[in-house]
Nanobody, 124 residues
């Protein structure tokens, strides 16, 4: 059974940084692409970033490109999301997700398993 556990969320001022982590178990981690999504109150869940199983390919939503960086450690079975230059509109619950394939994807339907989420709140 796949289990994904996010951590690292919290309250940060606009312009600040946070690093989210997602620890995975129950899967051959390096065989699966991973992704980060977020959902703000009253809005649909949206794609943020994805990374291939080997870590060589990444893809970002335009809204975070140049500010967020996705990475992974296939020894520690962990995927990270480094978030810099945070804005008020980055406030949301952030979820990590795993695919059934090493190839990156950008849609909710492309991911099989999900974590419980971690809250990120950006204040002015």
């Amino acid at each position: 059974q796949v289990r994904l556990v996010e951590s690292g969320g919290g309250l940060v001022q606009a312009g600040g940084s946070l690093r989210l982590s997602c620890s995975a178990s129950g899967l051959t981690f390096a065989a699966y692409a991973m992704g980060w999504f977020r959902q703000a109150p009253g809005k649909e869940r949206e794609f943020i970033a994805s990374i291939s199983g080997g870590g060589g390919s990444t893809y970002y939503a335009d809204s975070v490109k140049g500010r967020f960086t996705i990475s992974r450690d296939n020894v520690k079975n962990t995927v990270y999301l480094q978030m810099n230059s945070l804005k008020l509109e980055d406030t949301a619950v952030y979820y990590c997700a795993s695919r059934g394939s090493p190839v990156i994807a950008t849609t909710i339907a492309g991911f099989r398993s999900w974590g419980q989420g971690t809250q990120v709140t950006v204040s002015s």
